[in-house]
Nanobody
Framework: QVQLVESGGGLVQAGGSLRLSCASS????????MGWFRQAPGKEREFVTA????????DYADSVKGRFTISRESAENTVYLQMSNLKPEDTALYYC???????????????WGQGTQVTVSS
C-alpha cells in the first residue's frame, strides 16, 4: 500500500516558489524522521533536506540553504517543503522519505514516495 504521497510539483519560472507536500499513511509518522531527496536526469539522487521526528532538528544541503524550508505537521501526518527563489538547477524529481533516522542526510530511509516533478525554467 502507498505510504507516502508527494504533491505540489509543477513548472515555475526562475525566482518563483513552490510548496511540496508529503502525506503519510504511516501510523508511526510521529516517531519518524522525514527527508526530501531529488534526482535530476542523468544524476544521482541527492539529499535536499530533512527533519527529525520532533521537528527540533533540521538539515539542509548547502545548495538550498536559505531558499528551502522543511516543516512537519504531525496532526496532518504531513511534511512540507517550501521552496523559494527557485533556480533551473533545482529541476528534478523530488522524493519524500521516512524512517527512524539519526543521520538525516543518509538515503537509508525505510519508506519512499513516488516523487513529484519540479521544473524551473530560466
Amino acid at each position: 500500500q502507498v505510504q507516502l504521497v508527494e504533491s505540489g510539483g509543477g513548472l515555475v519560472q526562475a525566482g518563483g516558489s513552490l510548496r511540496l507536500s508529503c502525506a503519510s499513511s504511516l501510523r508511526t509518522f510521529r516517531n519518524l524522521s522525514m527527508g526530501w531527496f531529488r534526482q535530476a536526469p542523468g544524476k544521482e539522487r541527492e539529499f535536499v533536506t530533512a527533519i527529525n521526528w520532533s521537528g527540533s532538528i533540521t538539515d539542509y544541503a548547502d545548495s538550498v540553504k536559505g531558499r528551502f524550508t522543511i516543516s512537519r505537521e504531525s496532526a496532518e501526518n504531513t511534511v512540507y517543503l517550501q521552496m523559494s527563489n527557485l533556480k533551473p538547477e533545482d529541476t528534478a524529481l523530488y522524493y519524500c522519505a521516512a524512517g527512524p533516522r539519526t543521520n538525516l542526510q543518509s538515503p537509508l530511509y525505510d519508506y519512499w514516495g513516488q516523487g513529484t516533478q519540479v521544473t524551473v525554467s530560466s
